[in-house]
Nanobody
């Protein structure tokens, strides 16, 4: 009933920037916290950044000062601006959203992921 579609991944050199987007669609009444997680090869999925519907943000220590999360509630979209990228930022980035559906149910949703590769 709900779909999250990420875009914006790709190959970038160290020190470069990328902007990820994630749009939610479906029978959406409202969206609570939206966020980004990542999973590097051989590692567990980890939190990158989240933002509540009220705009409260939370960042992993490893990305503070380099990444910025934002959202457009009218478009049901969350963004991740990534600056000063490092090779250790290489991972599949997943969008997550807690969605209140029309009809009263709630669900925690994941996108399929977008690959970010930081390499020279």
């Amino acid at each position: 009933q709900v779909q999250l579609v990420e875009s914006g991944g790709g190959l970038v050199q160290p020190g470069g920037s990328l902007r990820l987007s994630c749009a939610a669609s479906g029978r959406i009444f409202s969206i609570g916290t939206m966020g980004w997680y990542r999973q590097a090869p051989g590692k567990q999925r980890e939190l990158v950044a989240t933002m509540t519907s009220d705009g409260i943000t939370n960042y992993a220590d490893s990305v503070k000062g380099r990444f910025t999360i934002s959202r457009d509630n009218a478009k049901n979209t969350v963004y991740l601006q990534m600056n000063s990228l490092k090779p250790e930022d290489t991972a599949v980035y997943y969008c997550n959203a807690y969605i209140y559906l029309i009809g009263g149910t709630r669900s925690n949703n994941w996108g399929k992921g977008t690959l970010v590769t930081v390499s020279s």
